[in-house]
């Protein structure tokens, strides 16, 4: 597998993965130009995209998602509680034109609805040409929001962000992958002495906020292997956080924990586009 992060933040998310037949897009929360600029860089456009997975409702994750209905050749795949928000959304806020236009992809089978199995924090595991998905519990303030883990010719890519914590349970799921894009959103102090509302730091900090750099790695400790060749720092807010610290937090952590990295590529991701990485 190839990936290459087009942006990540809160000012828009969106990711590519390429399987040795198939391109698949994680989010599109940022412009339909935007999405194709970066898509040229690799003989690509949205033509030639295959599938669409949508972690959450939240702008920064789905702005130029009315425009992906209308490329028939994108199968979506979406929680059943997140397109319910878009659509709830869309009603109210957007024009109706782009409502209909949700409303007739709703039976078409372009769009693939998530359910979370019964009894059990997690979702179905989908086989998909020549990759295979299993669909991830996350915890943040959106009706459903969920994460990813792609494997292919037997590598893995796990994909989590906008989440307050991670479940436990997933870590068997998620042990030694082959890549972590994984939130690091926030130093705690940093968020604390910020400007920003007192609602939105309670809200961040919750189980239902974002991940602070310290619980991300932490996160990371429990999950890094040997298979492990590539982590990326994600959704790293603009204001209150720092490479530096990040860094500073990611080997305290790692080293207290025992865990060899020198074999591990860290990326700190920001709104401007990765290199494409060979996982």
């Known amino acids: 597998m190839k990936i290459v992060v087009f942006a990540s933040g809160s000012s828009g998310n969106a990711t590519l993965i390429r399987t040795k037949n198939r391109n698949i897009l994680i989010d599109c929360g940022i412009t339909k130009k ?73 039976s078409n089978n372009s769009i693939i609805v998530i359910q979370r199995m019964e009894d059990s924090i997690f979702y179905p595991k989908y086989v998909i040409d020549d990759f295979s998905v299993q669909v991830l519990p996350i915890f943040h303030d959106a009706m459903e929001p969920i994460g990813f883990l792609f494997e292919s010719e037997e590598k893995r890519i796990c994909y989590i962000t906008d989440t307050g914590y991670v479940h436990q349970d997933l870590n068997k799921v998620l042990n030694n992958c082959d890549c972590y894009i994984l939130e690091s959103n926030h130093d705690p102090d940093m968020l604390l002495h910020s400007t920003r509302p007192y609602h939105l730091k309670i809200r961040i900090l919750s189980d239902h906020g974002h991940l602070s750099n310290e619980n991300s790695m932490v996160t990371l400790a429990n999950l890094i292997g040997d298979n492990t060749k590539l982590v990326m720092h994600a959704h790293v807010s603009e204001e209150c956080n720092l490479s530096p610290i990040i860094e500073m937090t990611r080997k ?23 290199e494409e990485f060979d996982i």
Do not use: W
């Open 34 to 106: 935007a999405i194709n600029d970066n898509l040229s860089k690799y003989g690509l456009s949205l033509v030639d995209i295959n599938y669409l997975f949508i972690t959450h409702e939240h702008i920064d994750h789905i702005k130029s998602f009315p425009q992906m209905l209308k490329q028939s050749n994108i199968k979506i795949y979406i929680s059943k509680g997140t397109l319910d928000a878009i659509y709830r959304q869309y009603y109210k806020e957007k024009k109706n034109n782009e409502c209909e236009i949700i409303n007739n992809r709703l």
């Open 252 to 274: 305290r952590v790692l080293d207290g924990y025992g865990i060899n990295y020198d074999n591990i590529t860290f990326v700190i991701l920001t709104r401007r586009a990765t």
